[in-house]
């Protein structure tokens, strides 16, 4: 069975950048579409940036769209985030996810059968 581990959360001022690891362990992504989601206290959890196995398509969502980029390493069984222009609404605990999502459901957590832990990111000003 597959686990996630995500790492590289943490505090940022506005502006600045951050990367996020999510490493699995038990057994191999590569089979598998990945995503990251964030959840902010009160609030749903919200889809952020994807990247499907089929063609390798990559979905972001509007609010991040231009400054996160979703990455994998097959070979490193790794995906990643890099953030850049951090806002102080990008404050949220992140989560890898890995999953078969029809099309459809590729923005969607219902998408997903594999979860990390989550790795919390602050912005501040």
């Known amino acids: 069975q597959v686990h996630l581990v995500e790492s590289g959360g943490g505090s940022v001022q506005t502006g600045g950048s951050l990367r996020l690891t999510c490493v699995a362990s038990?057994?191999?992504?590569?089979?598998?579409?990945v995503a990251w989601f964030r959840q902010a206290p009160g609030e749903e959890r919200e889809f952020v940036a994807a990247?499907?196995?089929?063609?390798?398509?990559?979905y972001y969502s509007d609010s991040v769209k231009g400054r996160f980029t979703i990455s994998r390493d097959n070979a490193k069984n790794t995906v990643y985030l890099q953030m850049n222009s951090l806002k102080l609404e990008d404050t949220a605990v992140y989560y890898c996810?890995?999953?078969?999502?029809?099309?459809?459901?590729?923005?969607?957590?219902?998408?997903?059968?594999?979860w990390g832990q989550g790795t919390q990111v602050t912005v501040s000003s």
């Open positions: 996810a890995g999953g078969r999502p029809i099309l459809s459901t590729t923005q969607s957590s219902s998408g997903y059968s594999i």
């Open positions: 038990g057994g191999t992504l590569s089979g598998y579409s």
């Open positions: 990247k499907r196995l089929s063609g390798g398509y990559t």
